[in-house]
């Protein structure tokens, strides 16, 4: 006589079960693509927490680009804060000299935040992208369309490369205005700040490896990798 399963028996064949079955990934209402920047990252946030765990992964790389950016921003943003808190008086001899480096570290800000708005709008493009893989990917293996899917990865492997000129343009823009001999006090502050923005780019670049690997590793379980 068959003997009905224990409740533990019964979650665990639910467990089995839930694990089995496809993830299903939500159908996100994107913003047109003259949205405003706050629309857009409403837009980004929503898709990032909702989504099921393979496409976190996925725009988790151009999330710590701009994650990054934000951080190393506010960095500027506080040192310029410093400088005009300790502003000379107009009659004193540092006072152009003080200017100058108030307003350098201001063109600095300014250049962050027009990276800022590039990213913003990469990102847009690259969820849409994600957003459109995972759903194909979805739906039953014998239902997928590979060429569809192939020229998702086409996409995102050229937003990839967009993203990377722009990273590129914008660090040798920054260089150049981190290069100007009047921009600090002593050589010791000169020091002090390039060793912090070194060190924060270091972990940055750690950060990218790291996630990258995991975004393979995780795109494979997931059978997004055709």
């Known amino acids: 006589m068959?003997?009905?399963?224990?409740?533990?028996?019964?979650?665990?064949?639910?467990?089995?079960?839930?694990n089995k079955a496809p993830s299903p990934i939500p159908l996100i209402p994107l913003p047109p693509r003259d949205a405003t920047l706050?629309?857009?990252r409403r837009a980004s946030l929503t898709?990032?927490?909702t989504a099921v765990p393979v496409v976190r992964t996925v725009l988790r790389l151009i999330l710590i680009q701009t994650s990054f950016t934000h951080g190393q921003v506010v960095g500027m943003e506080m040192w310029k804060e410093a400088l005009e808190m300790v502003r000379p008086r107009p009659c004193a001899p540092n006072y152009a000299k003080h200017e100058h480096q108030i307003r350098c570290f201001e063109t600095i800000?300014?250049?962050h935040d027009?990276?800022?708005?590039?990213?913003?709008?990469?990102?847009?493009?690259?969820?849409?992208?994600?957003?459109?893989?995972?759903?194909e990917c979805s739906k039953a293996e014998q239902e997928w369309d590979l060429g569809f899917i192939a020229r998702r990865r086409l996409e995102l492997a050229q937003l990839n490369r967009t993203t990377s000129k722009l990273a590129e343009a914008f660090e040798e823009k920054l260089q150049?205005?981190?290069?100007?001999?009047?921009?600090?006090?002593?050589?010791?502050?000169?020091?002090y700040v390039i060793g912090a923005l070194e060190r924060f780019r270091s972990n940055f670049a750690h950060g990218?490896?790291?996630?990258?690997?995991?975004?393979?590793?995780?795109?494979?379980?997931?059978?997004?990798v055709i």
């Open 2 to 18: 068959p003997t009905r399963p224990t409740r533990r028996e019964r979650r665990r064949a639910d467990r089995r079960n839930a």
């Open 38 to 40: 706050a629309e857009v």
């Open 176 to 191: 150049g205005s981190l290069g100007d001999e009047d921009l600090f006090h002593s050589e010791k502050g000169r020091v």
């Open 109 to 111: 800000v300014q250049l």
């Open 47 to 49: 898709i990032f927490t």
């Open 114 to 135: 027009a990276h800022l708005r590039d990213l913003e709008t990469l990102m847009l493009d690259y969820a849409r992208q994600v957003v459109m893989w995972g759903l």
């Open 208 to 224: 990218v490896v790291v996630a990258d690997e995991e975004t393979m590793v995780e795109l494979e379980v997931g059978r997004l």
